[in-house]
């Protein structure tokens, strides 16, 4: 069919124009073009087409079809356009494994790169905005048509894509139809942030005269174009079919009345053809909306010459067209006239032999339309089994959304319910809905029986760990009935260790591997080293060491990417609970990243950032953390997204930042990932008053977030908790309760909170009256802190300001030692301090400014001097506060204030605050 001129469309067309120029202008995004089918969408597109490859834009094309699979339209554009011979190195590492499930000769084999907690769409979503920066390298429209029929991952995909391309110069052009039952995907598309959307209605009679005019070329009268167009009802294609057949037919069918709906035309052209053409036909409508001319023959029971006259016969009768050398229908609304036009009783029987002919040629890519046509000819069980084995394969490639809905398509055939259930838990599970996955659990539970029972019960209580619901998921185990199965004994284990049990996780995580070991299976061998590393790094780091490190070597031996990770992140704790630096953990990193496995690459990278913290300060991880911070929000990794908001926000409450501070501790509350977050907002706010040397302050802030943390003995082994118990000691506040506690925990197996515990002992001792045994304290404190030297420098503080105050050791070489440290280092709260004390130990040191001035303070005209004052005015002190700080008179500091809101232009104490936020930012 010869390309219609478009009539009728200027304000669409005008949209097209301006979205094209944007997005080669670089701001992209989604344009989807709704309407019904015939109104004109395909040819909209042609427009778009023909713009962009006007504006030298590169141009990919792809097509939604009936049941063609996860992200069918958009792996067709990717093909076409070359992706599949573009060399991987091009994009980068972390998205290539995600790419594998689009493009055949990018899978890695080592794992597909989905992974629980991390949308795999989102990811997947990323990485095709990096494919196409590699493919193409400049503007681009990427066509997608009839995504009615696109799967519910590829419209998810779309939706990250409408965001994400809005500084991108690349326009996804998308079309659908917008009056198929069952387009709640494709309306929530078209209603999403970013998504423009041009509705094209029907014609009216003048735009439809005018249309069929060009179309008949002069060859019709205007009173045969006013009859056809009274029949087309405002439908383009309709009008357009209707010119044709009128003009085809007119020698011979003068008498003949022209049809009324499409339905009809097809009819009228239908009955044309001979009746094995027609059988032929047929067979092909239902078959699906590409017809497959070597499917048919053992469908129709004819050879292949005779379905090949066949086709001939329906393209001469202008029901086929040859489009991209391909023989298809003229229009989907074709087709769908041909099978409506089937009795039920046959469209199930042919419905029947297509899907027998699909299974019988052992391709994967025809299952699921085998599955739809067994459906329609009432093969309940056949097609419910097919549909489970497509939702479990597209869960382990990451295609959850079309999971679930194969798994709705296997629960509507009414068979196999629990076996349904039963995928249906773990593809709830894996999207993070785990209360959608226990629910429907549940409400399958009394009907399943025997081994289908026993495995939705495994099943349930693997998503109650999930969910942390610990008493829940030892219920399901036990419910479960199945003591023999490694599940069952690795489920209690982990529902123990969570539960803060760990004498009976520890048995059980030891009876778990022996099990794991006996089976021969390396993946649940894995998980059971890995529980029993975790409990043993509570008591026996060496121990923990060994379980980590098998699993890691069990993993790598056996291709599990996501196991050897886990193993390696493990690993890596432990090293850093021995020594506060790891090797494994960068491995962990780049094995993660290179498998796509974002969510633990950016896991490992949390647990480096507080490497980082103790030895280089807070300010040293803001930049890594923050990048980090904002891939994870844009691909909704809940966990990384809460570890790197709160290093952020320890960054912004060591730079004196209150609202920046807040701000980040905002986005850790936001993120979800973690039920009570008190403790770690308690450690941030903490912080500044700490830098400060509000050690009372400090003390109440930290306190009150960590004295619940202190009882559950398989919390993370955080330096505050030797910060709590030394601050408690050196204020004097329940100091010996707080030593004994951290005593018996876990957490004091780490030697930066081992060296606090040494310092609050030395402290004590000092303090009663023992300096020998304070020195020695001490010294056992110095050799556990060395390898961490900011953390070093911070705690000794304390401790040091203890030994002036009580007499004991010899502080002032090193306050004089770490004063210029902390002047190096740009700390100029600690350098204050550390000068107080020099000045109270009789040992003073000039009066000088030094505290580093930023550049943006600096070009206001800052001095250092005005930057010690200002730097505790934004802490919240007052003048009289400031000046006995500094030493200095309360006038000067008050000539220094006023300075300084001249300066930087502020009326008060408050606008000077918000002004060195903006300026140090």
């Known amino acids: 069919m010869d390309a219609a001129p478009l009539i009728g469309r200027a304000e669409a067309v005008t949209a097209v124009r301006t979205a094209v120029t944007r997005a080669a202008e670089g701001s992209g995004g989604v344009l989807l073009v709704l309407g019904e089918a015939g109104v004109g969408k395909s040819r909209l597109l042609a427009e778009a087409v023909g713009l962009a490859r006007g504006d030298r834009v590169d141009v990919l094309c792809g097509r939604a079809t009936e049941s063609g699979g996860a992200y069918r339209p958009l792996t067709e554009a990717l093909l076409r356009g070359g992706a599949d011979d573009l060399d991987p190195g091009t994009v980068p590492r972390s998205f290539r494994a995600a790419l594998g499930r689009l493009l055949p000769g990018w899978a890695t084999g080592g794992g597909d790169g989905s992974e629980p907690s991390v949308?795999?769409?989102?990811?997947?979503?990323?990485?095709?905005?990096?494919?196409?920066?590699?493919?193409?390298?400049?503007?681009?429209?990427?066509?997608?048509?009839?995504?009615?029929?696109?799967?519910?991952?590829?419209?998810?995909?779309?939706?990250?894509?409408?965001?994400?391309?809005?500084?991108?110069?690349?326009?996804?052009?998308?079309?659908?139809?917008?009056?198929e039952p069952g387009s709640a995907a494709v309306d929530r598309l078209a209603t999403g942030?970013?998504?423009?959307?041009?509705?094209?209605?029907?014609?009216?009679?003048?735009?439809?005269?005018?249309l069929a005019g060009v179309r008949a070329a002069g060859r019709l009268g205007e009173d045969q174009l006013a009859a056809l167009v009274a029949r087309a009802d405002g439908l383009p294609l309709l009008v357009e079919e209707l010119v044709d057949e009128v003009v085809r037919t007119a020698p011979a069918a003068t008498s003949t009345p022209v049809p009324r709906t499409m339905t009809a035309l097809v009819r009228r052209r239908f009955a044309v053809l001979d009746p094995v053409a027609q059988t032929c036909l047929r067979a092909a409508a239902v078959a699906g909306t590409d017809p497959d001319w070597a499917l048919l023959p053992p469908v129709v029971g004819q050879p292949e010459d005779v379905v090949l006259a066949a086709a001939r016969a329906a393209a001469d009768a202008h029901l086929l067209r040859e489009a991209t050398g391909q023989l298809c229908w003229r229009h989907a609304l074709m087709r769908e006239a041909v099978v409506a036009g089937l009795l039920p009783p046959e469209r199930a029987a042919l419905a029947r032999r297509v899907a027998d002919a699909l299974l019988a040629r052992g391709r994967d890519e025809d299952a699921a339309r085998a599955a739809e046509l067994l459906a329609a000819g009432d093969e309940r069980d056949r097609a419910a089994t097919l549909f489970l084995a497509l939702a479990r394969r597209d869960r382990t490639t990451g295609a959850l959304r079309r999971a679930e809905q194969l798994l709705d398509r296997a629960a509507g055939t009414g068979a196999v319910p629990a076996a349904v259930a039963i995928e249906r838990v773990t593809v709830l599970t894996a999207t993070g809905r785990v209360g959608d996955a226990l629910d429907a659990g549940v409400a399958a539970l009394p009907s399943a029986t025997g081994e289908l029972h026993a495995e939705l019960c495994l099943r349930l209580g693997r998503t109650a760990v999930t969910a942390r619901q610990w008493r829940d998921a030892e219920a399901y185990v036990e419910r479960a009935g199945r003591p023999d199965d490694p599940r069952s004994l690795l489920l209690a284990a982990d529902a123990a260790f969570g539960a803060g049990d760990v004498e009976r996780a520890d048995g059980l995580a030891t009876a778990a591997v022996t099990r794991a070991e006996r089976s021969g299976e390396p993946a649940p061998l894995c998980e059971a080293l890995d529980i029993a590393g975790r409990v043993a790094r509570l008591r026996s780091p060496a121990a923990a060491r060994a379980a980590f490190a098998r699993a890691a070597q069990v993993a790598a031996e056996h291709r599990l990417v996501p196991q050897e990770v886990a193993a390696l992140i493990g690993l890596g704790t432990v090293e850093l609970l021995e020594r506060e630096t790891s090797e494994a953990l960068p491995r962990a990193r780049e094995l993660a990243a290179a498998a796509g496995l974002l969510g633990q690459a950016g896991a490992a990278d949390v647990v480096l950032f507080d490497g980082v913290l103790v030895q280089q300060g807070p300010r040293a991880v803001e930049a890594p953390a923050r990048v980090l911070h904002d891939r994870a929000v844009r691909l909704h990794m809940p966990e990384v997204q809460a570890g790197s908001a709160f290093f952020v926000a320890l960054a912004r409450a060591a730079s004196g930042d209150p609202t920046g501070t807040e701000e980040a501790l905002g986005r850790l509350l936001v993120s979800g990932a973690w039920p009570d977050v008190g403790p770690l907002a308690a450690a941030v706010r903490a912080l500044p008053l700490l830098l400060a040397h509000d050690l009372a302050g400090a003390n109440t802030v930290l306190d009150a977030g960590l004295s619940g943390l202190v009882q559950h003995r398989v919390a993370a082994p955080l330096h505050q908790f030797g910060l709590w118990a030394l601050l408690r000691t050196a204020v004097d506040d329940r100091g010996a309760a707080a030593r004994e506690v951290l005593s018996g925990l876990p957490a004091v197996l780490r030697p930066a909170n081992r060296g606090a515990l040494h310092y609050a002992d030395a402290i004590a001792a000092g303090r009663g009256g023992r300096p020998d045994a304070a020195a020695a304290h001490f010294a056992r404190g110095e050799a556990d802190l060395a390898r961490i030297p900011w953390l070093h420098r911070l705690f000794r503080l304390l401790v040091l300001e203890a030994a002036v105050a009580d007499g004991w050791g010899d502080p002032v070489p090193l306050l004089r030692r770490d004063l210029g440290e902390h002047e190096r280092a740009g700390d100029a709260p600690l350098a204050r301090t550390c000068r107080d004390l020099l000045r109270r130990a009789g040992a003073p040191t000039r009066r000088r400014g030094t505290t580093p001035v930023p550049g943006g303070l600096r070009a206001a005209g800052v001095t250092s001097r005005e930057m010690d004052v200002l730097t505790l005015v934004v802490t919240g002190l007052t003048n009289a506060e400031i000046a006995a700080r500094l030493f200095l008179s309360p006038r000067t500091v008050e000539t220094h204030v006023a300075g300084l809101l001249a300066k930087l232009g502020a009326a008060d104490r408050g606008q000077l605050r918000s002004r060195v936020a903006a300026l140090t930012r």
């Open 193 to 210: 942030p970013g998504v423009r959307t041009l509705t094209l209605s029907r014609l009216g009679p003048a735009e439809l005269t005018t």
């Open 119 to 179: 949308d795999p769409v989102l990811v997947l979503g990323e990485a095709v905005v990096r494919l196409l920066d590699a493919l193409v390298g400049g503007p681009c429209l990427l066509v997608l048509e009839d995504l009615h029929w696109a799967d519910a991952d590829t419209l998810a995909l779309l939706e990250y894509l409408a965001g994400r391309l809005r500084d991108r110069p690349v326009l996804v052009a998308a079309s659908a139809r917008d009056d």
